[in-house]
């Protein structure tokens, strides 16, 4: 049953405390007795740690305490998502202690930490610990760490390999390749990313030796999975000892996933200065070092076809770094996520895929916004314009031509989904491609976009036209699937709600999800209302404290708006059964009889029969006159394992000019055509694409992590990142189509990171068709002016351009 | 050692021995516990500590506390009047000019400055006044478009409410 308020642009009740500087981030708590943490970081990229010396450190004023790596009898960190799959499986795994031992493998791992009265005392004494050094030579380049003579970082990893793991049909493929009509290949780099939450993250850690419990703040997107982890796999500390609580979280488009060392570290510290509570908060260069990077992989492909634009075959390598030492699911990202949705929205009937997972002298790579998607859309949106380029066609025309029909769905893509051995499946639950491409070419005027090109010409422009028909796999699941393909339960699976009516009639509404900005109390509470015809203002919704919710996942991989809602549903439709039941017993009629008409519930044929959720919740809660076999409260839980991810689908369209005397890209139009099912708050869906696009956008024109060969980020602070301004933006302008996803009640699909996943390619390719007429086939981002004038000096031939016109990337490329 | 310094913030007389190195957001958070003026990059690009100092916004990242003995301040916290909120309170709400909320106050403060000297800006006036703050949630899109409401409102003369510390 749904009422107006579901898809309704409910204004958030989130935001009357963020607007006045209310809301409580974990660097606003202060508790009493609480002391301050600050971690000694590696100068090196890799070394041996001979010594360290902390006697002058102890002396400092204020200091309580100075830790290193072997007073703490913890485990190393867990690697919860081995890269899965069925062939040619390894996971040599290294992952970082609370602090490092014997040795470092990234500038950043921490290595002695100090406790003390206040953050300025702790910050004075790390200056004056004393550390000898053994440094070790160093690589930052995943391909050149695979190579014969490559610094080793790890005795069990030999060529610095984590996995060489492959998907989908090799046979097939390179039959299709060897017999294709046409073959284009291309080297492609997609940078390192640093993810940038505004917030940093942190933790407060404080043991209660009375009752020897712990309770650990952490600015976290998986409290649960947090205890879980730091409990089973890390401490020892047994899991009902440990309670973690998330309190508003400052933005964290995944890097706040994860288990860190630091984590484990505040509850240790505690626990050492007897139970004072122990803050510790990142600065913006530790961020920078040592919370998750995004993306960095480097790709060979090639795409095989007819000359009538038919794609035959598609066949990638790629080296995806993984790091100094491996990140929570690490390995998952550039596996699952990347190469068993290699395919995007196409029928390509072969598909295969090899990547490597390397280790480097760098911050461990996690999952950052799209996570894998973008990259795997990155690789499939350059390679059919790639190809249209080299036969002639249009770049709409090739993607129309290629798009899987309307009666494919279910589908299950030739790149892998459904390996598992016992015959587990996931599909792409639904789509329909082509209203999304035509809406958006006719939004831009598509083929009228010569007369703009010609017309930019004569303004020393080159307009760009950059088109990405993207797809997403959201809300990985089930269960059942995950376990039997390989995956490890890091992919996250079910999700869990818990309901109460209490006696006033008013809601509450647990859940397992954690948000970290998506208005996630907003839009359960729209759901519950509509469900239950209760007013918003009844309800609210409680999430972040593994102590009063039930056991859940988390939020990331756009999964809270199917799986947790449908959690969210299944508990409103068990409190809805127990309601009818105690209706027919209050209204002394049989439970077929009673009818539900938001929070009425009635005797059919007698309009006057009625009873409120209200009334019933009031007196089920007290008890006084229930049923036989009835319990008392009206309070359900529900837990819900999807059948299947769901697929949201769009066409975006970036338009650029360049300018041909500097080089310098402007981003002139971006319109977005997303489907991403039903909308629960379209104002929060907007947003969510919004936010996307412009983390997308930024990866093409201007980020980038920039290491030096000795593994010195260079790119340290947001001096030295390109962060994107407000003025480098033009209006995003939004449509859609609308396909609801038949794998949950509500028909939604799920809108955090297609943003994110659709724009950089989109970007890309405009920047890229805008250089064509000077013969340019790729350049890697990101399209900074001096790349860009750089690659268009090479090609009119000048010298200062020659050397770098292929940014190192073309060499291996042409066509056989 | 330690320095006396005396402010007037959102409109209340406030005092603090300081050391000479801390800074002036330190000031407001930890000894006047002032939590809505945020840290977020340590290098003065980000903004989220943006507060008004006689009148002025300033990144209070990029000012010792020293510096702002005597001055007027306004926080987030002493934008809204005592019913209701300030119109670019209002306006983030409206236009879904937030998301996590981090970035927020600071926005909002700039964008306080940026309509007291320009009562009217353009999209280009706003985007280019937001440089220095940076919002990694919105893309900017509904920030622009919350100050552009604000802007309309405020002129319309509905109820632009002087923030309390310019009354003190």
């Known amino acids: 049953m749904t009422t107006d308020i579901l898809g309704s642009s409910v204004k958030r009740t989130e935001d009357p405390k963020f607007i006045t500087g209310k809301g409580r981030y974990l660097d606003d708590i202060k508790l009493t007795g609480m002391v301050h943490m600050s971690i000694l970081r590696s100068p090196y990229a890799h070394a041996n740690i001979r010594s360290i010396d902390t006697t002058a450190a102890k002396a400092m004023p204020g200091v309580l305490a100075v830790i290193v790596g072997a007073d703490i009898p913890y485990n190393p960190l867990p690697m919860a998502w081995p890269a899965g799959g069925a062939s040619g499986l390894q996971n040599n795994v290294n992952t970082p202690r609370v602090l490092a031992t014997d040795d470092v493998k990234w500038t950043g791992e921490g290595v002695a930490a100090v406790i003390a009265e206040t953050p300025e005392q702790a910050v004075d004494a790390l200056d004056v610990i004393a550390v000898d050094w053994e440094p070790l030579p160093t690589v930052v380049d995943s391909e050149k760490a695979t190579q014969p003579g490559a610094p080793q970082l790890h005795e069990n990893a030999p060529n610095n390999i984590v996995f060489d793991w492959t998907v989908g049909d090799k046979a097939g493929t390179d039959a299709a390749i060897d017999n294709a009509e046409v073959v284009v290949r291309q080297r492609i780099v997609n940078q390192r990313l640093i993810p940038n939450p505004m917030e940093v993250r942190g933790d407060i850690g404080w043991y209660n030796p009375g009752t020897e419990e712990y309770t650990v703040w952490m600015s976290s997107q998986t409290p649960h999975i947090q205890r879980l982890l730091l409990t089973a796999f890390v401490t020892g500390i047994p899991e009902h000892k440990v309670r973690v609580i998330a309190p508003d979280v400052g933005g964290a488009f995944g890097t706040k996933i994860f288990c860190y060392a630091d984590m484990a570290l505040v509850m240790f510290a505690s626990k050492l200065v007897g139970g004072r509570p122990v803050k510790w908060v990142e600065t913006r260069r530790e961020n920078y070092q040592s919370t998750i990077h995004g993306r960095d992989h480097i790709t060979y492909l090639e795409i095989a076809g007819k000359k009538d634009g038919e794609i035959t075959g598609l066949r990638v390598k790629t080296y995806a770094n993984l790091g100094g030492r491996l990140s929570t699911i690490g390995p998952g990202i550039p596996t699952t996520l990347y190469g068993r949705v290699l395919a995007g929205p196409y029928k390509f009937p072969n598909v295969h895929c090899e990547v490597i997972g390397v280790y480097t002298n760098t911050t461990f790579v996690d999952a950052y916004r799209g996570a894998g998607r973008p990259e795997a859309t990155y690789v499939v949106e350059r390679a059919m314009d790639l190809f249209a380029d080299e036969i002639g066609m249009d770049h709409a025309a090739i993607r129309r031509k290629n798009f899987l029909p309307n009666d494919a769905f279910p589908y299950d893509n030739p790149s892998g989904l459904g390996t598992a051995v016992n015959g587990e499946k996931v599909y792409i639950d639904s789509g329909n491609y082509e209203p999304a491409l035509d809406k958006a070419l006719t939004i831009v005027d598509y083929y009228l976009l010569d007369e703009k090109r010609a017309e930019a010409r004569k303004r020393g422009k080159y307009l760009g036209v950059g088109l990405s028909t993207y797809i997403e796999i959201c809300g990985v699941a089930p269960s059942k699937w995950i376990g039997a393909v390989g995956e490890g339960w890091g992919a996250a699976m079910w999700e869990s709600a818990n309901l109460k009516v209490h006696l006033t009639g008013k809601i509450i509404l647990t859940m397992g999800t954690q948000p970290q900005g998506q208005g996630h109390e907003t839009t359960y509470a729209q759901i519950i209302s509509s469900e239950l015809g209760v007013p918003m203002e009844d309800i609210i919704v409680q999430h972040s404290d593994t102590q009063g919710t039930p056991f859940g996942y988390g939020s990331y991989g756009s999964r809270t708006s199917s799986v947790g809602s449908t959690a969210a549903i299944k508990a409103a439709g068990k409190v809805r059964e127990k309601a009818k039941r105690y209706a027919a017993h209050m209204l002394e009629a049989s439970v077929e009889d009673i009818e539900v008409d938001g929070a009425n519930y009635r005797v059919k044929g007698s309009p006057d029969k009625v009873k409120t959720i209200q009334e019933i919740a009031f007196a089920i809660d007290l008890g006084f006159s229930l049923p036989d076999g009835m319990e008392p409260y009206l309070d359900e839980t529900a837990y819900h394992d999807t059948p299947n991810t769901t697929w949201p689908f769009g066409t975006h369209i970036a338009i650029v000019e360049i300018d041909e005397e500097t080089g310098h890209v402007d981003l002139v139009r971006y319109v977005a055509v997303d489907d991403v099912g039903n909308k629960i708050n379209p104002m929060i869906v907007d947003g969510q694409l919004h936010g996307g696009i412009a983390q997308g956008v930024g990866q093409a024109l201007w980020e980038g992590a920039i290491y030096s060969d000795d593994g010195q980020l260079q790119s340290g602070s947001m001096m030295d990142y390109a962060m994107p301004r407000a003025a480098w933006f033009p209006n995003l302008e939004l449509d859609e189509t609308v396909t609801p996803s038949p794998v949950n009640p509500i028909g939604v699909k799920g809108v955090g990171e297609a943003g994110a996943i659709a724009s950089t390619a989109a970007v890309s390719n405009a920047v890229i068709d805008a250089l064509s007429p000077l013969g340019i086939k790729h350049l890697d981002m990101p399209y900074t002016a001096q790349t860009v004038w750089r690659a268009i000096q090479g090609a009119k031939g000048g010298a200062a351009g020659a050397a770098d016109h292929t940014n190192g990337s073309n060499g291996k490329g042409g066509q056989a | ?168």
């Not at chain 2, 005092?15 to 840290?39: K, M, S, Y």
């Not at chain 2, 006689?54 to 009047?81: F, H, N, R, Y």
């Not at chain 2, 236009?95 to 909002?108: A, D, S, Y």
């Not at chain 2, 800006?121 to 604000?150: K, M, W």
């Open chain 2, 1 to 168: 050692m330690t320095e006396h310094v005396t402010l007037t913030v959102n409109g209340q007389r406030r005092e603090a021995e300081v050391e000479p190195r801390r800074l002036l957001v330190q000031l407001i958070r930890e000894d006047f516990e002032l939590t809505g003026t945020h840290v977020g990059c340590d290098t003065s690009q980000c903004g989220a500590c943006t507060v008004h100092v006689d009148g002025k916004a300033i990144k209070s990242c990029a000012m010792l506390a020293v510096q702002a003995d005597g001055s007027t301040i306004t926080t987030i916290e002493g934008m809204a009047p005592e019913e209701g909120y300030h119109p670019l309170q209002q306006a983030f709400w409206e236009k879904h000019g937030l998301q996590c909320g981090f970035c927020t106050p600071g926005m909002i403060m700039v964008a306080a400055d940026l309509l007291a000297r320009n009562a009217n800006p353009s999209d280009d006036e706003i985007r280019h006044a937001l440089e220095g703050n940076f919002c990694r949630c919105t893309g900017y899109q509904n920030i622009v478009a919350a100050i552009r409401e604000a802007a309309r409102t405020m002129q319309a003369g509905a109820t632009a409410p002087t923030p309390a510390s310019s009354q003190a």
